[in-house]
């Protein structure tokens, strides 16, 4: 009990970030020498023990993935869309050599962590509980091959906005230095590599005074991909459009949900298409989706060769729309037509 004060205490609620918080507990399971996936636990938040040759450190054998939790109006704590982030946790693991975890498992140890750190649960509007499964080669390998045996972790922390200033608008570059992924690579999945990749990339646009970078393709540059970290879209005369899937775009969980928001309950049209960097230097709205960065408004866009305010640097009405109706669905303030809330917890 005294743990459980001490660790609480140290939380600032009212100014949450995008940043790791230690929890009371993280799940820990491990699959040995292909022989399948046993029984996971749950252990104190902490540090861990890894080979030095484990197949994750040295050829970057690990895939993740990031969902939400969240403190509904009905004062019981629901996951939005798990059953997406087990889904896409499967193919991830299958394109890096990774024995998948079943997706009863997943859903299983993703309510264990929920429950055993409920009250690291942020209040309603003072965020979330972000959920950080990984499976990592954790087994030694020296060749380069799959590793012999595998940790699949779960930990959370409560957080806050991933772009400061909640709903600012951002100021983003097309970046023509440097692609973030390749077609028949790995960007349609989660896999760990793909994140260090865009490090500098993001270091260097924030030097230049920009918040992200946007990627183009790398097989055809005129075309856009994403953000860094979300998906993007582009509202041109009530038409939606986003980049099609199927090479090395990832298959956002939100960027789905805005798609059936959009179509369903907004009745626009929406496109899944080829998106070209003038398409966005001419939108009337322009904005990102993610688990983290929720719905995100870009105010302005910049190539080398020039910079354009869109929709005056202000939300546009549709993106605030998408915002209002997406996070009502995640908080049970509005109803739930896709039944895409689970609830993990009553309070
Ligand atoms: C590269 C990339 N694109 C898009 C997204 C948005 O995906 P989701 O909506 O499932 O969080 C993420 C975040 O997971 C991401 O890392």
Redesign the pocket.
């Known amino acids: 009990m005294k743990e459980k004060v001490d660790i609480l205490k140290n939380v600032d609620w009212d100014n949450l970030t995008f940043s790791i918080t230690p929890t009371r507990s993280m799940y820990l399971a491990y699959c040995e020498n292909n022989e399948g996936w046993k029984a996971g636990q749950l252990e104190p938040y902490g540090d861990i023990t890894i080979s030095p040759s484990a197949g994750v450190l040295n050829y970057g054998q690990g895939v993740f993935?990031?969902?939400k939790a969240f403190h509904s109006v009905k004062n019981r704590i629901v996951l939005f869309r798990p059953d997406?982030?087990a889904s896409?946790m499967h193919e991830s693991a299958i394109r890096l050599c990774i024995p998948p975890v079943p997706e009863k498992m997943f859903m299983d140890a993703v309510i264990a962590v929920v429950h055993d750190n409920v009250d690291f649960v942020p209040q309603q509007k003072k965020g979330s509980l972000y959920i950080r499964p990984c499976i990592w080669g954790s087994g030694p390998v020296l060749g380069v091959k799959p590793a012999p045996s595998y940790t699949f972790i779960i930990y959370v922390s409560p957080v806050g906005p991933y772009f400061p200033g909640g709903l600012k608008c951002l100021s983003l570059k097309v970046t023509n230095l440097y692609h973030?992924a390749a077609p028949k690579g790995l960007?349609n999945v989660?896999a760990i590599g793909?994140?260090s990749a865009?490090l500098y990339p993001h270091k260097l646009a924030k030097k230049h005074g920009f918040d992200e970078v946007i990627y183009v393709n790398a097989a055809n540059e005129n075309f856009i991909e994403?953000?860094?970290?979300?998906?993007l879209f582009v509202l041109k005369d009530s038409c939606l459009k986003t980049p099609r899937l199927g090479g090395s775009?990832?298959?956002?969980?939100?960027?789905?949900?805005v798609i059936q928001i959009a179509g369903e309950i907004l009745g626009l049209e929406v496109q899944e298409t080829d998106v070209t960097i003038n398409d966005v230097l001419n939108a009337d709205e322009l904005f990102c989706?993610?688990?983290?960065?929720v719905i995100t408004p870009i105010g302005k866009v910049s190539t080398d060769d020039e910079s354009r305010e869109i929709g005056g640097n202000r939300i546009g009405s549709l993106t605030r729309e998408i915002y209002d109706i997406l996070t009502g669905i995640q908080n049970e303030s509005r109803e739930d037509p896709f039944a895409w809330v689970q609830p993990v917890m009553g309070l």
């Open positions: 993935e990031g969902l997406r982030n896409r973030r960007g989660k793909n994140y865009a994403e953000v860094g970290s979300a998906n775009i990832l298959p956002g969980v939100t960027r789905d949900s989706s993610g688990t983290a960065a």
